[in-house]
């Protein structure tokens, strides 16, 4: 009997792992940690087969700069080296391989006069959860599609920010398990707003066709998010603009941003 229930726990075990490898879709996640305003992680990672294939830091930054700049000091560098030892420790490993940051004693080794009680690892583990959460910025395989839980009825807010600059916010309201209304709350990129009255043509034409990937979501079910990774298959051309210039990830990371978090306002 001890032996059975030694062997079915081995399986259970098993397959829960096996679980939450294959969880995540094969693809590009980007996945960022802010605090005091400042965008301190920004992380942008490789998922195939369940396991990390690469990660690269597109952002480092503190109080006392910018970590990655050709400029930083000794010690920034120092800590910069330590961070990518524990990017490089998760290459090859499971989602599951997070949970080890949590000890960067032992993975990462004391550079110079810097020590390992330097790193921050749980900014890094933060914005790796904050990646996952968002679902795939790229897909790199279409048939192996995100899943989309069921969701309460109610209010919505998520955005989507990179280098301090909120560049889509959207607000949405689901009943039933499907997008009631939704509309961006702001729409912006390089101190351009894609929402301003006085916007340039060009500029309302490329809003315009933002508008149109809300506008398919509208009475359709959460799943059908999936649709925005093939954004021209949605949105019209518009002139010289195609639907190639459409940002859509950037939408799908606020969605996805807003359905973590819960509802804003739940439906009376």
């Known amino acids: 009997m001890k032996r059975f229930l030694a062997v079915l726990t081995l399986l259970v075990l ?4 096996a679980f939450a490898q294959n969880a ?6 980007r996945g960022f940690y802010y605090d005091g305003g400042i965008e301190q992680i920004a992380i942008q990672f490789e998922i195939r087969d369940g396991l990390f294939d690469s990660i690269v830091y597109r952002g480092v930054k503190y109080k006392d700069g910018n970590y990655l700049s050709e400029d ?14 524990l990017a490089d420790y998760l290459l090859g490993k499971g989602i599951d391989a997070i949970d080890d940051l949590y000890f960067p004693y032992d993975i990462v080794e004391d550079v110079d006069a810097v020590t390992t009680a330097t790193v921050p ?12 959460n968002r679902r795939p910025f790229k897909l790199l395989d279409t048939s192996k599609l995100p899943t989309a839980d069921e969701y309460s009825d109610g209010v919505y ?20 398990g499907c997008f009631a209304s939704i509309s961006y709350r702001a729409l912006a990129y390089k101190d351009v707003d894609y929402l301003a009255e006085d916007a340039l043509e060009p500029v309302a034409q490329i809003a315009g066709q933002f508008s149109q990937l809300l506008a398919y979501l509208e009475g359709k079910p959460v799943s059908s998010v999936n649709d925005l990774y093939q954004p021209g298959s949605i949105a019209t051309d518009a002139d010289t603009f195609s639907g190639a210039t459409i940002r859509a990830p950037k939408v799908i990371s606020a ?14």
């Open 121 to 132: 690892s749980s900014k890094l583990i933060s914005a790796l959860w904050d990646g996952l």
């Open 14 to 17: 098993t397959c829960s792992c």
């Open 72 to 85: 930083a000091s000794d010690a920034q560098k120092g800590t910069m080296r330590q961070y990518q030892q």
């Open 157 to 176: 807010r998520g955005s989507y920010m990179e280098g301090g600059t909120e560049e889509v916010a959207v607000e949405f309201t689901l009943r039933d």
């Open 24 to 29: 995540y879709p094969d693809g590009i996640y």
């Open 255 to 268: 969605i996805w941003d807003a359905l973590n978090r819960h509802a804003y306002q739940m439906s009376d």
